[in-house]
């Protein structure tokens, strides 16, 4: 019988990869007179609606920690992107982000699982979208696991690791949605001095903790090329599109910026050395 306990982690919200603007030379229908609610995207959700919290959750009851991973204390991260379909079934799923193959097909066959979904809309029509999803795994020994106290190494590697034995802790914990929501509000603070907009909706971030536990980098999450070029060549004219500007690339060193600001985590660790470790996040909509 294994004596750890599991604690698997989703990040509050899935990012939305609606698709791109078509390239020169495709063709796109433009919508008449289109009203500001026929513009509005609408992501996915489960058939009993509950939004984009619903369907992490059922995507999270549906994932099972191998058992070889937990007894190896395998920790770490691993993100996948899905398509729905303009009916609303899952089509194709990828991992975009491998953590180890057993962990990566826990998360692809609890993505399959997931029921005939209430299809994206846009334009007042059903569309194809892609999903993109941050899974952390992480586990927990006991109550007062996290209090213990351990003599950190020294830092000797700033290699980019995915599977670790201990994940990076902001403010004692492995569970990322504080530090989104510190990053977001220190960026706001700081874009009053700049060019720099809010973000119109949540904005997905990956992030790269260093083996001091400082946050060595900060780069918009942009998604998988290929699994928006696999969407568009499956349904065609039938994708969703982008509205509007895109949050702008060099506004993000003012969120790396932000990110610097903040205190520093309690690095990872593979074995007995403190590692540099990428994470995903989806900040806040700051609309909400």
């Known amino acids: 019988m294994l004596a750890k306990r599991t604690r698997l982690i989703f990040y509050w919200g899935i990012l939305s990869l609606p698709g791109y603007w078509p390239t020169t030379g495709q063709a796109q ?24 919290a619903l369907l992490v959750r059922a995507i999270q009851q549906r994932v099972r920690y191998p058992a070889s991973a937990l007894r190896a204390g395998i920790q770490g991260q691993s993100r996948v992107t899905f398509a729905v379909a303009p009916d609303g079934h899952i089509g194709w799923v990828k991992i975009t982000n491998g953590l180890q193959a057993d962990i990566d097909s826990a998360v692809l066959q609890a993505v399959r699982q997931l029921p005939h979904l209430l299809p994206a809309t846009q334009f007042g029509k059903p ?89 060595m980098d900060l780069k918009l999450n942009r998604g998988d090329e290929h699994a928006k070029e696999m969407l568009q060549a499956e349904y065609g004219d039938a994708v969703a599109q982008q509205e509007g500007e895109e949050f702008p690339d060099a506004c993000a060193a003012t969120l790396k910026q932000a990110a610097q600001r903040l205190p520093r985590l309690a690095p990872a660790q593979a074995g007995n050395k403190r590692v540099a470790i990428q994470l995903q996040l989806t900040l806040p909509d700051p609309n909400r």
């Open 127 to 215: 569309v194809a979208c892609l999903l993109a999803a941050p899974i952390t795994f992480s586990i927990t020994e006991s109550a007062g696991f996290r209090k213990k106290s351990y003599k950190l190494p020294a830092a000797d590697s700033t290699q980019l690791y995915t599977a670790v034995t201990h994940l990076p802790l902001y403010q004692g914990t492995a569970a990322y949605s504080q530090l989104a929501a510190d990053i977001l509000t220190e960026y706001l603070s700081l874009r009053n001095a700049t060019q720099c907009p809010a973000p119109r909706s949540s904005l997905g971030i990956l992030l790269t903790v260093g083996p001091s536990g400082s946050i």
């Open 29 to 52: 229908t433009a919508p008449v007179a289109a009203t500001a609610e026929s513009l509005s995207f609408r992501p996915p959700q489960l058939p009993e609606g509950g939004g984009t």
